[in-house]
């Protein structure tokens, strides 16, 4: 990833299910030495449990004894200096400005394992280079998307989505469909019809990859000028921009290997499968 954009660099990693009847939360504050411990000690005060975070540079795992969405407007209300990078069971992610090699070190990405994971390096071309602005975007609870491309119509759909109540944090265009896809999603679609929704109601150039708590999924617009390719064994499903970051995947060189078709929703559940 590193030679590919050197602006920024995130992970989304899917592991470690936070207790039933609980949530986890991933929180972002610039200062490396932020009091992580004493806001999980408030949320255990408010919520129950033992108090839970652990500390991954300046992001932090918050394990909270309430549903995410308690847990996300809790936060908000009582500490609105830290930001929220993701909210549900299992998603952790990870971002900051920065080359992908020192993201990676400075985060301990090594050391990260779960049942699946999307990763990504940016080139910025439509807004500021920000840890607010690098990806994966959540898009609600376990839910996240990465972007290779850019979007036309971005300013338009934003001002939609306010009008519908989603907020944004950036001026960037990849945030603009992590909302529109939150906002589907709330209006009762499945993630494959909001991303069938995409195809009407966002125009540009964009292939995308959506983490979900069981798996993921992709959709290249209607034109697919942007590289993808997909690659699946018995083992393990992976998509990437290039061939080269699946090769060193053990078993690639017996892998199926195609090329993703324009505008259709690929998509895969776990079930007991690494993805």
């Known amino acids: 990833m590193n030679d590919r954009g050197p602006d920024s660099a995130g992970v989304a990693f899917y592991r470690e299910p936070a207790p039933a009847g609980g949530s986890k939360l991933t929180l972002h504050h610039p200062d490396v030495g932020y009091d992580w411990a004493g806001l999980a ?20 795992v918050v394990v909270v004894a309430a549903p995410a969405d308690e847990a996300e407007a809790w936060v908000g209300r009582t500490h609105p200096e830290v930001r ?11 971002k900051e400005v920065g080359l992908p090699r020192v993201f990676a070190e400075r985060f301990g990405v090594a050391e990260l394992d ?14 500021r280079v920000t840890t607010d602005g690098s990806h994966p975007f959540s898009t609600g609870l376990d839910l996240c ?11 338009r759909v934003r001002k939609d989505l306010k ?4 907020a944004f944090r950036t001026e960037n265009d990849s945030e603009v469909a992590a909302g529109y896809l939150m906002w589907r999603m709330r209006e009762g679609a499945t993630l494959d019809q909001a ?8 125009d ?3 292939t995308f990859a959506v ?3 069981d798996g993921f999924a992709v959709l290249r617009d209607p034109i697919a000028c942007k590289p993808a390719v997909l690659a699946e064994t018995d083992e393990w499903v992976a998509m990437a921009s290039e061939y080269r970051a699946i090769a060193t995947l053990p078993g690639a060189e017996g892998a199926r290997i195609w090329e993703p078709e324009p505008a259709t929703v690929y998509s895969w559940e776990r079930e007991g499968v690494a993805v």
Not at 48 to 60: C, I, L, Q, V, Y
Not at 195 to 202: A, I, K, P, V, Y
């Open 114 to 127: 779960g049942s699946h994971a999307l990763g990504h390096t940016r080139m910025a071309t439509e807004s």
């Open 41 to 60: 000690a408030e949320a255990a005060a408010e919520f129950g449990g033992e108090p839970s975070a652990h500390r991954r540079d300046n992001h932090a």
């Open 211 to 213: 983490g979900t708590a």
């Open 163 to 166: 009008r519908e109540g989603i």
């Open 204 to 206: 540009g150039f964009y």
């Open 195 to 202: 991303l069938e929704g995409c195809l009407e109601d966002l």
């Open 145 to 155: 998307l990465v972007h290779n491309g850019s979007l036309s119509n971005h300013n």
């Open 84 to 94: 929220l990078m993701s909210a549900g069971s299992v998603i952790e992610i990870y």
